[in-house]
Every structure is written in structure tokens, then in C-alpha cells.
């Protein structure tokens, strides 16, 4: 089965469906979306509590009535979905291989988006020893357990991780009726935060309620057959202590789903683990770009809708003739700076770049200045109050114009 298409997105999550829809009403005529799931919407349609479509729909939604609103507004403006459809490998450099209950075939198109997404790094890849009990679980796996298969997941649980995607897990857990004994981090303090105010005032409560821990790392979980337990060690003063509960949950560090963009020779860029990509999201290959979680991890649904909207923009100018930059530079970044985003910068200078370079730290940083240098050439500088791990941050972009194409990569530092 050979099928040809303008534009293949692989991933059916905000993402992928938000580019499909700008692109179709930008008006390119065939957009076909694939994706491995039996139900289009990615991660947020697993998440049945509040708090989705604030910045991209402006109304308050759960997960699954968020999906579904993409879905439904895709589908409408004539966008192909196609569910159960796993990507297995490239045909060639604008074509791809896939298998579904249909069959196997070849789906080749004049431009590609990989928007695949990112999954949680799961316990036995942060080797913890113990045994295999049941009830470890990731806030993905969680979810599904819960409210895609209802079935029971204990009664007293304790989460691994104290950042945003850990208030998911906590209102599933809750939701389900459990007992939340823990949540904890080895960082200082947790970096949970809600952007819209009412929430402000449930984390609030959900602070007061439930005991955080910092710094404290699991060093084993208990039990055998079921979870009795984990082992804690306080990274202040050495020492150990259990805490009794019967699920564990581990949030958080995040690998981005990036089996496609290697299996297909894209650079990948170090740190973030994703594409490396240029200010209008082009990779290292002509005709295939990236957009959303698959780029560095997990944000906000909003976030990587937003980014497959500018995506669709930068798409549809290729369509339309626009030539791919033939030279690029990475922008290089020195811990603890995680990544940046985008984390290229192609021979065509600024030209369509964002305004402001993302980025990420690994620890809690007072009273810094980024620095930007090309070679031993100060481009910007910036100063920052304050730098949390686990939320993104922004450097200008005004330096991107002062770049030598020819010049040696940019280098991002942090001093002071």
C-alpha cells in the first residue's frame, strides 16, 4: 500500500493536530496525521482532571474534552487521522514505512512533521534496585490504569518528583481515592505552579495536606509481590528511613520519543535529546521538521500546540518554494544549562527566527547573567533574578543577527 500526501504528520497529539488544522487553513489541500493510539489527542485525552485549552482555546477543559476539541476541529476542516498506524521506518528521505490493522505500506509526502512526543523515563531506567512488585507506576501508565482501564491501584501511594506533571499524578491518585503519603524531590524545594490563579489556591491546599520532601532520594522500593514501601535517603545528612504505601509513582524525566528522527539520520542535539532544530523548526534533513514535546521534553499542551501552529507556517513556505537553508550552526549550551530551544541557527540568519531562546537549567540558580559567545566574541548578555530547574526560561533573541555564519558555533554560558 503506497499512499502520497503534501504534508505526513507523525503524531496525533496538540502538536500534530494543531499544525494539521493551521496548515489546512492555510490551505494546503491533503494533510494526513498518523499515530499509534487507538484514539487521536495524545497524552492529554489519559488525563481526566482540569485544566487544558486556557491558552489556545481560552476555556477551561479536562484532558479527554481537550483532545477531543482538537480532534473534532481536524476532522472538520478535512484533516486525514489515522489511528493504529505505527511509523517503522523511512523509505527514503520523504517517505516513510508504517504498519496498521490494515496493513503495511508506504506513506511518502512533500513535507514531514515529526511530532511524536516524550514519555517519562520509567523506574528500572533510574536504576532502583528491588524486586518487580505491582504498583510502580509513571504518571502515563497511571493514568491509564486508572481511567482508561479502571482498575484498582491501592490505597496509600507515594509520588517520585515534585514539579508540574507531579499535580497530575496527584489529582489522578486523589481522584481515585487514594492517600497521597509523600512527594518528593532532591532539589531544595518543589517547583509546582499552576498558571491561572484558582489553581494557585488549590496547590495552595494540595502544599498544606500532603508532606514534600526535598532532598530525599528513593534508593529501593519494598515488597515483593506488591509495593510495601520505599526507602528513602536524606541527601542532608545520610540518613535512611522507609515510608510505608502500597503504589509509587515516578513524574517527570522526561526522554522524548525520538525513535523516528534517529531511525530517519536527523541530528540530534545533546541535552534535549530531540531534532535539532532551527528558529522555524526545520531539521537537519530538507523537507522534515519537528515541533512539540518531541523537541526537548514535556511542556504544557498549550505550549506544543502553539509550536505546531508556527511549525505549519514554516511548512507551508516550503510548500510554496521557499528554499532550505543549505548551512547551520548549533547553538551549543554549557551546564548547568540543560538545552536550548531552538537549538540551531540556519545559514539564512535570523530571518524567521523567535524572539527569545528557551532554555532549561539543572539546579536552583540565584542572581546569574547568560552570557552569548561565538568564538571569544561577547554577542548578549543577560541577567536573571532567579533560575528554577524544571521550568523554561527565555533569553532574548537579539543576538541571533550578530551570528557569523561562518563563525564557529554559539555558545550559551551562565557566570556568576
Known amino acids: 500500500m503506497s499512499v502520497k500526501t503534501d504534508v505526513l504528520i507523525v503524531g496525533a497529539g496538540p502538536a500534530g493536530l494543531a499544525s494539521a488544522i493551521q496548515l ?18 495524545g497524552t492529554p485525552r489519559l488525563c481526566h482532571h482540569t485544566g487544558f485549552g486556557v491558552w489556545d482555546f481560552h476555556r477551561l477543559y479536562s484532558g479527554p474534552q481537550y483532545a ?13 487521522i489515522r489511528t493504529e498506524t505505527t511509523i517503522t521506518g523511512w523509505d527514503d528521505e520523504n517517505a ?32 532502583i534496585p528491588g524486586y518487580r512488585p505491582r504498583g510502580v507506576f509513571t504518571t502515563g501508565s497511571l493514568q491509564r490504569f486508572v ?37 518528593l524531590t532532591d532539589l531544595p524545594r ?25 532532598r530525599v532520594r528513593v534508593q529501593r522500593i519494598l515488597g515483593r509481590k506488591r509495593v510495601e514501601g520505599v526507602e528513602i535517603r536524606r541527601l542532608d545528612d545520610d540518613g535512611v528511613e522507609v515510608i510505608p ?43 522534515v521538521f519537528a515541533a512539540g514535546n518531541l523537541l526537548r521534553g514535556a511542556e504544557t499542551a498549550a505550549t506544543s500546540a502553539m509550536e505546531g501552529r508556527f511549525a505549519a507556517a514554516s511548512i507551508n513556505q516550503y510548500l510554496q518554494g521557499k528554499a532550505w537553508p543549505r548551512r547551520r550552526l548549533p547553538i551549543q549550551v554549557a551546564p548547568p544549562i540543560l538545552w536550548s530551544l531552538p537549538n540551531s541557527i540556519s545559514a539564512d540568519g535570523a530571518s524567521g ?23 571569544a566574541k561577547l554577542l548578549y548578555e543577560q541577567r536573571f533574578s532567579h533560575l528554577p530547574p524544571n521550568e523554561t526560561m527565555y533569553l532574548s533573541g537579539a543576538w541571533l543577527t550578530q551570528v557569523d555564519p561562518d563563525g564557529p558555533p554559539p555558545q550559551i554560558r551562565l557566570s556568576g
Open 24 to 41: 489546512k487553513k492555510l490551505g494546503v489541500q491533503q494533510v494526513t496525521v498518523v499515530d499509534r493510539e487507538p484514539e487521536p489527542g
Open 68 to 80: 477531543r476539541r482538537y480532534a473534532e476541529l481536524a476532522r472538520s476542516l478535512g484533516v486525514d
Open 96 to 127: 516513510l514505512t508504517f504498519t496498521s490493522p490494515q496493513g503495511t505500506g508506504v506513506l511518502a509526502a512533500s513535507a514531514i512533521l515529526l511530532a511524536t512526543g516524550v514519555r517519562e523515563r520509567p523506574r528500572a531506567a533510574r536504576l
Open 147 to 183: 481511567d482508561e482501564q479502571h482498575l484498582p491501584v491501592g490505597k496509600r501511594a507515594v509520588i517520585v518528583g515534585a514539579e508540574g506533571v507531579s499535580l497530575s499524578a496527584f489529582m489522578t491518585l486523589t481522584g481515585a481515592g487514594l492517600e497521597v503519603a509523600a512527594m
Open 190 to 214: 518543589h517547583q509546582m505552579y499552576f498558571p491561572y490563579a484558582p489553581a494557585k489556591w488549590w496547590l495552595m491546599d494540595v502544599v498544606h495536606r500532603t508532606p514534600i520532601r526535598t
Open 245 to 287: 504505601c502500597d503504589a509509587v509513582v515516578f513524574t517527570g524525566d522526561w526522554i522524548p520519543e525520538n525513535e523516528v528522527a534517529r531511525k530517519g539520520g536527523l541530528e540530534i542535539a545533546p541535552g534535549a535529546l530531540g531534532p535539532r532544530i532551527d528558529g522555524q523548526f526545520r531539521t537537519s534533513q530538507p523537507g
Open 353 to 375: 527566527q523567535r524572539k527569545h531562546i528557551a532554555f532549561r537549567v539543572a539546579r536552583f540558580i540565584n542572581n546569574a547573567t547568560m552570557q552569548v559567545f561565538q568564538g
